[in-house]
């Protein structure tokens, strides 16, 4: 692995993971970088976490992840099948930290 890539693992509807080589030196979000890598989210606000259709549920990792944002928190709240672990992907920045990160599109 370079020094630039981590690996963020999805998880699939059949419970098998896909290991995934992220940059961390582009300045992405999990939620372009998924994107990128074809997995079917919406992000109908192209990022700006006025819509839930990014959400995600952290598998492992949380604790790497970023302190949630007040505007974050508020649109998760709005979800009916709400998760402790979910979190909006447009509002993870891919990082060095992260590497190791499991996710699952939120609702699969």
Same mark, same amino acid.
């Given at each position: 692995m370079e020094d630039n890539n981590i690996t963020v693992?999805?998880?699939?509807?059949?419970?098998?993971?896909?290991? =995934?080589?992220?940059?961390?030196? *582009?300045? #992405?979000?999990?939620?372009?970088?998924?994107?990128?890598? !074809?997995?079917?989210? =919406?992000?109908?606000?192209?990022? *700006?976490? #006025?819509?839930?259709?990014?959400?995600?549920?952290?598998? !492992?990792g949380e604790e790497k992840l970023n302190e949630m944002s007040d505007d974050e928190y508020a649109m998760l709240d709005t979800l009916p099948d709400l998760l402790p672990n979910s979190r909006l992907a447009c509002q993870l920045r891919l990082s060095p930290e992260m590497d190791g990160l499991v996710v699952k599109l939120h609702g699969e």
């Open positions: 693992s999805v998880q699939n509807p059949d419970g098998t993971l896909t290991a =995934l080589e992220a940059p961390v030196d *582009m300045g #992405l979000s999990l939620m372009e970088f998924l994107k990128a890598c !074809e997995y079917d989210i =919406l992000a109908t606000c192209g990022g *700006m976490a #006025l819509c839930a259709t990014c959400c995600v549920d952290v598998l !492992e």
